[in-house]
């Protein structure tokens, strides 16, 4: 039997990869969609020809051999400060990256889950999850999680969080909802959330 995939999202400082390593604890294997997206932009040169397409000389750096090195930090700026172009990125990424999330999960089995900011927000990202988990915390403790985690500015964070979507927006389309705040008893919802998945 074919894995049941499990998609955590949240916004920024949500506390989603916090979450997932509770699911890890309990046995699932985890795809760090963020993590891997890095390693992509290393390891395909077609990816990275048509990033350089899309974004420029300034952004994707061609060395005198010819190769491609990614800006990362340029790249987040940019996107950052565009919604648009922060959807454009994401319409020209997420099938790479979906393609190698199948190849990581085809030979798992029971629950596996895909941590992804972007799951509820993206249809063709969607229709690979089973069920769904949106991670929320108040929006000042969000703010210093990223701000401590990050050295990010308040106006950084807050520029950030307008170009993600709402909580309210997520929790209208997920199928779970967890809050990730001191005294939540996130492991007991995670193990009552992998029950109810195994009998799908």
Known sequence: M???VLGITGGIGSGKSFVSRIFASLGC????SDSRTKELYEADAGLLERLHLLLGDDIVL???DGTLKLDK?????AIFSSKTLME???ELVYPYVMADFVRWKKWKRGVVVFESAVILEN???HSFMDRTLVVTAPEKLRIERVMARDGSTLAGVRQRMRNQTSDSERIAK???IMESVEGACI?????QILDEMKCL
């Open 2 to 4: 074919m894995a049941k």
């Open 29 to 32: 294997k985890v795809y760090d």
């Open 62 to 64: 061609r060395g005198k």
């Open 73 to 77: 930090k340029a790249m987040a700026s």
């Open 88 to 90: 454009k990125v994401k």
């Open 123 to 125: 249809g063709y990202v």
């Open 174 to 176: 997920a199928d779970y």
């Open 187 to 191: 492991e007991e919802a995670a193990m």
